[in-house]
């Protein structure tokens, strides 16, 4: 009888020990929790923030990363409120929302005039200050008033709470003094009504420069990554990853694969971007 009790109990321990060590292989096996990191704002940013995001998602399936444009106030006052996990932007938070806000730079980009080509302006490369003013204000109408062949001169702007509007016209109007004219909602709108349209002029990002544009100096300097880099071209800003509060850890993780050297000297110069731990030239506040 205490034999087959032995054995009976021997039976019943065996059997827990199997469920045990299932329960943990199971366990070990099992999938990492899934992760997902939104961002929204600026569509400058939107080619950077794509190409790293497939990278990143390569090499870490558990993560999903939702990029959407907006603009820079727009993904500021969306991770302000939490809607999403990462505020893009162009240039710095400010206002009540800004102090919840904690800011990564990630890059340098570059800003420039950008045209439709044709015969009315085939001899105009640069633009001074006054000029690029003029034109922006609307106090200069016709690509004649430069040196070019009469040819309306039409204005193409970002709408208002676009980061690259904001720091087009902080750097070169001294605020938002843009005439009122044509409205297109990012970046990529722009640049195609530029290409559409004859005698359009308009600001863009470097990483939407395209050679069917002309993009044009200030103050006969080019828009180019050395000019940029030691400062002899000034229409340039810091590129911003806005957390709220301090990041979770899976966040850090993604901004510190975006600021790694590796992706910074393999991707950004390709997209038009300048790694932000080779610039020369600084500015504060970190427009």
């Not at 993904?75 to 800011?103: F, H, Y």
Request: negative net charge; hydrophobic residues 40%; proline residues 4%.
């Amino acid at each position: 009888m205490q034999h087959a009790v032995r054995l009976q109990w021997l039976g019943l321990a065996f059997v827990a020990l199997v469920v045990i060590v299932g329960c943990d292989a199971n366990a070990s096996t099992q999938a990492p929790a899934a992760i997902k990191i939104s961002i929204a704002g600026s569509t400058a940013l939107v080619p950077l923030l794509d190409e790293a995001s497939k990278r990143y998602m390569k090499d870490h399936p558990a993560v999903t990363i939702v990029v959407s444009s907006g603009g820079s106030y727009t993904g500021l006052a969306k991770v302000a409120s939490g809607e999403v996990t990462i505020g893009a932007s162009d240039v710095l938070a400010e206002g009540p929302n800004s102090g919840s806000l904690v800011d990564h730079a990630i890059a340098a980009i570059g800003f420039a005039a950008m045209a439709n080509q044709g015969a009315f302006d085939d001899a105009i490369t640069s633009l001074t200050s006054d000029e690029m003013r003029g034109i922006f204000t609307g106090r200069l109408k016709n690509w004649s008033d430069l040196g070019g062949d009469d040819q309306p001169i039409v204005v193409i702007n970002r709408e208002k709470g676009s980061g690259t509007r904001g720091v087009f016209g902080a750097l070169v109007l001294g605020g938002d003094l843009f005439v009122a004219s044509e409205e297109q909602p990012s970046s990529s709108k722009v640049q195609e009504r530029l290409l559409a349209t004859p005698g359009s002029i308009s600001y863009l990002a470097l990483s939407y420069r395209h050679d069917s544009l002309k993009t044009l100096a200030y103050q006969n300097v080019a828009a180019t990554t050395e000019n940029i880099l030691t400062g002899a071209y000034p229409l340039w800003s810091y590129e911003h990853l806005y957390t709220r509060g301090q990041p979770s850890d899976a966040v850090t993780e993604f901004i510190a694969f975006v600021t790694s050297g590796r992706f910074q000297r393999e991707v950004l110069p390709h997209l038009g971007f300048i790694p932000i731990h080779d610039m020369k030239a600084t500015r504060e506040p970190h427009l």
